[in-house]
């Protein structure tokens, strides 16, 4: 089945052998592939000639793996050490398959007790072992697979993308992989410990402190959801850091493909979202573990409270999921109809006003509670309209469709599949949009049909992308029959499973009972969730086969394909490029690596080679010619020989065990901390192992990240290229700026709460904790002392005095002992008067929100002394960045406490 091209839009059409990052100059000719009807990949699995794409080089010219020292792939040390973004994309995707079929396992014991209204000869479950596992399975589904699978090809691909060589860091994106790993380990010990989360995966209050849910594990399950947002911090400023700062000369951000797009729009969401999330998973860490009272029955707005809180996080959480799948889709779309999506400026911008708007209407999941019907109606509004750019969005891949040749592989039918249910999600979401009928529909299956409609329609097209870039991943191709056999099974046994739901939407929603009259639509859809289940037992055997003896790939197995990580080798070297990439004349080239040029010749602009200050890879000056693509769709070759493989220090290290041993040590550490109740540990044996636990996790972690910290590393170098709006600036100066919009958001959620409780409370009607505001006003005069200080210790460096940068990071560190010895004296003044963290909430406010800001100062005087250390030896006297990326953190967690000072002070 294809459609005619149209001719009054040729500029969208492909027939230029050259490589353009968003295919704006691609149109499609008349080719083999068209005639012979291969399904859009070529047999000879070579690179498609008359396409958009050439191979830049051969593989001979890349480095050696073994030669240059890494751990081989057949090696399980490769996985434990390895930094490089590729390794680390895979581990994601694999890990993160695992939790699929562990949530699927817990969905199938949901699906068999429904299978009739509960009776005691029906019942799988027991009641609270029913609400453990519908608890469990929406958080293992929504946080430890769908966006960790996403990032997975997220880690994979956007570097390729990008043109860039790694990500700006190299082991903070190994240490969130295994933060992630741990955090689902974490979980999983947590049914061993009396009984996971049986709260939702909503966790609504106060059903989420101790008073519902005694027991230990269900603390380890919110502890592990911290470790997760941990994972996902760090994930994000990595991220965020590459995409603004390592995109290839001539990659603007106009230019850059949709994946990476809608990767780069995800990521600015979790950053602030998962920021929320984090500060209400702390908030409730301390009602479980310490005993505050912020969501305790007594509270006056604890409910409230957290759903502010949650939602704030859960309704971007929603596209957070989704844009990953719809980057997927237009990447797809493009590749098997031969063009690019129709209004592609468009599309972006509709992808942008989305993740705005994303922001504005967590609301709407509280049109049940008391609020005002004029702020129900405002998020209403906000509610409706954000659907509008998906309008946009959704018409333009259909357009692309028509106006493109459509080539059915497995990757198109899943992607084309997602449209199709998320054309159903959405439009069913519109109704819960509108006040009146979220009052009936609130609460039913309903929600739980049009939630699964989205949320797994994104995952359809993810599964779409796990086939699309299996080739590049593996070098072998999968069995096509295999795979859409499997996406007709899949296919069927969705619609089976959720379309049903909408029919006995009556059903209350996380209730294992339900009305006899609905069995038969419950029973079509437990029937549904085994072939949805099954299906992925062709996909398992298929990918697995194939990735041993299915059949080679060259670099490109997919006609018109136009992204840059079709121009590498299947799979990519370690080093990802021969040379430079460079779009500088609007297609991708690549600049030489040496002084030689590929015939052994010298440069071609005369120019010398100039080493890498890092110990990275040799390079020549920036006048240098760029390589030529040859006029026959063949392989072009770069004008410069790769670098040295037998010279380690020549390489970015790619190797590093320390981001696995700072993961091992966080998880017992949060195993640990998952004992206390009421700040003590419990009595007995099991009390001595949770108290053994912290120390042992708490002193691994430290030490790992001491040691991670002095270990020589080389990452990537940073070279010129397209870095909007960061032009000119370190990656760690961008990355500290980047960690510091996180912690505004953070910060932000622990002053909203004081408010909010504050104006439930009665704001006149609340009295300050500290009576005395003269320990705070000392403390203010210590910090702000503490920060000149530090500007001290820049000019010293600047200066290249060693004895002044010491003498000034010393009375750094001193002044910031001063605040922490200050206000341990205050607390002990006000826990001696009777006040504690579980007096009352007045108490709990002021106790968590300034000991959130001491443990940042905590960890600010750890790293001062790191970098004492390292000026006593004479550092930063030539480079003094380490100084004044600290610096930015030092004077932020100053500013936080000239607004802490007067809030819990003065007002």
Same mark, same amino acid.
């Given at each position: ?788 200080? %530090?500007? #001290?210790? $820049? *000019? =010293?460096?600047?200066? +290249? ?5 010491? !003498? @000034?990071? /010393?009375?750094? &560190? ?48 750890? %790293?001062? #002394?790191? $970098? *004492? =250390?390292?000026?006593? +030896? ?5 480079? !003094? @960045?380490? /100084?004044?990326? &600290? ?21």
């Amino acid at each position: 089945m294809s459609h005619d091209d149209r001719t009054d839009d040729t500029d969208d059409r492909r027939t230029d052998t050259k490589y353009h990052p968003d295919g704006d100059d691609a149109t499609e000719p008349a080719s083999d592939a068209d005639r012979r009807g291969d399904g859009g990949h070529r047999s000879d699995g070579g690179t498609a000639v008359g396409s958009e794409l050439t191979v830049p080089a051969t593989t001979d010219d890349y480095p050696a793996e073994e030669e240059s020292g890494f751990p081989g792939m057949g090696t399980i040390r490769r996985w434990f050490v390895t930094t490089n973004h590729k390794d680390v994309g895979i581990l994601y995707i694999v890990t993160s398959l695992f939790f699929l079929v562990l949530g699927g396992v817990l969905a199938w014991l949901l699906r068999v007790q429904l299978w009739a209204p509960r009776t005691p000869t029906t019942t799988v479950l027991e009641p609270l072992a029913y609400n453990q596992a519908v608890s469990a399975h929406g958080l293992i589904m929504v946080f430890w697979f769908l966006s960790p699978f996403a990032f997975g090809f997220a880690n994979y691909v956007v570097p390729l993308q990008i043109g860039a060589k790694d990500l700006a860091f190299p082991r903070l994106n190994a240490l969130s992989y295994w933060l992630y790993l741990f955090s689902g380990i974490l979980f999983g010990v947590s049914f061993f410990q009396g009984g996971t989360f049986a709260g939702g995966w909503t966790m609504y209050a106060p059903l989420n402190v101790p008073t519902f849910t005694p027991d230990v594990g269900a603390s380890t399950a919110v502890l592990a959801l911290v470790l997760f947002v941990a994972s996902v911090t760090v994930s994000s400023v990595n991220f965020l850091t590459s995409m603004h700062t390592m995109r290839a000369e001539g990659l603007t951000l106009r230019r850059l493909p949709l994946f990476t797009w809608s990767i780069l729009l995800t990521v600015w969401m979790m950053l602030f979202a998962f920021a929320a999330l984090l500060a209400a998973l702390i908030i409730l860490s301390s009602d479980r573990l310490l005993g505050t009272t912020y969501f305790a029955l007594e509270s006056p707005a604890g409910s409230m409270l957290w759903a502010h809180l949650f939602w704030f996080f859960g309704h971007p959480e929603v596209y957070i999921v989704f844009f990953p799948a719809l980057g997927v889709m237009a990447e797809v779309f493009q590749t098997f109809t031969g063009r690019r999506i129709v209004g592609r400026k468009w599309f972006i911008a509709a992808m942008v006003l989305v993740a705005l708007q994303s922001f504005v209407v967590w609301m709407h999941h509280m049109f049940l509670t008391t609020i005002n019907l004029q702020i129900k109606t405002l998020f209403m509004i906000t509610t409706i309209g954000i659907s509008l750019p998906f309008d946009l969005m959704v018409f333009a891949l259909i357009y692309t469709m028509l106006k493109g040749k459509i080539r059915f592989t497995t990757p198109f039918l899943f992607v084309f599949g997602a449209l199709l249910l998320f054309i159903i999600g959405g439009i069913t979401g519109v109704f819960l949009g509108a006040i009146v009928l979220d009052y009936e529909f609130r609460g039913t299956y309903w929600v739980v049909a049009h939630f699964h409609y989205v949320m797994v329609g994104g995952v359809t097209a993810l599964v779409g992308g796990l086939y699309y870039w299996f080739p590049k991943i593996t070098g072998r191709m999968y069995d096509e029959f295999l795979g859409k056999l499997h996406f007709g099974i899949y296919f069927v046994g969705f619609n089976l499973l959720y379309f049903p739901l909408f029919v006995a939407w009556e059903t209350p929603r996380r209730v294992f009972d339900y009305s006899a009259g609905l069995q038969i639509w419950h029973q079509l859809a437990t029937v549904g969730a085994f072939v949805l289940g099954l299906s992925f037992v062709v996909m398992f055997y298929n990918l697995t086969k194939s990735a041993f003896s299915g059949e080679p790939v060259g670099d490109c197995p997919w006609e018109f394909a136009t992204t840059a990580e079709w121009a590498v080798p299947s799979p990519p070297p370690l080093e990802n490029f021969p040379g430079l990439p460079t779009y500088r004349d609007g297609s991708l080239r690549f600049r030489g690596e040496s002084s030689a040029s590929a015939d052994g010749g010298a440069a071609t602009d005369g120019g010398e080679a100039e080493a890498a200050t890092d110990g990275g890879e040799t390079t020549t000056d920036e006048s240098r010619a760029s390589s030529d693509v040859r006029s026959d769709g063949g392989v072009a070759t770069a004008t410069a020989t790769p670098p040295d493989a037998h010279h380690d220090e020549e390489h970015a290290s790619h190797a590093s065990i320390w981001p696995f041993v700072v993961g091992l040590g966080v998880f017992f550490l949060f195993f640990g901390l998952s004992g206390l109740r009421d700040a003590a540990f419990p009595e007995g044996a099991m009390g001595s192992v949770y108290l053994g636990a912290t120390v042992l996790g708490g002193t691994v972690t430290l030490g790992s990240l001491v040691f991670m910290a002095l270990e020589p590393f080389h990452g990537p170098e940073l070279v010129e290229g397209e870095a909007w709006p960061f032009g000119g600036l370190e990656y760690g100066k961008v990355g500290m700026w980047i960690f510091l919009a996180s912690d505004v958001v953070l910060f932000g959620g622990f002053v909203g709460a004081y408010v909010f409780t504050r104006v439930a409370f009665g704001w006149t009607a609340w009295e300050p904790i500290p009576s005395n505001p003269v320990p705070g006003l000392v403390n203010t005069y210590l910090l702000l002392t503490s920060s000149f200080t %530090v500007v #001290l210790a $820049l *000019v =010293a460096a600047e200066k +290249r005095s060693r004895w002044g940068v010491v !003498a @000034s990071l /010393v009375t750094t &560190f001193v002044l910031g002992v001063g605040f922490l010895v200050n206000k341990g004296i205050e607390w002990n003044h006000l826990f001696h008067e009777g006040l504690g963290l579980s007096t009352n909430i007045r108490a709990s406010t002021f106790f968590l929100t300034t000991g959130l800001h001491a443990a940042h100062v905590v960890v600010g005087l750890i %790293v001062t #002394l790191y $970098l *004492v =250390a390292r000026a006593w +030896r004479g550092a930063y006297l030539d480079d !003094a @960045s380490s /100084v004044e990326y &600290f610096g930015l953190y030092w004077h932020f967690v100053d500013i936080v406490w000239l607004f802490l000072f007067p809030l819990f002070y003065i007002l």
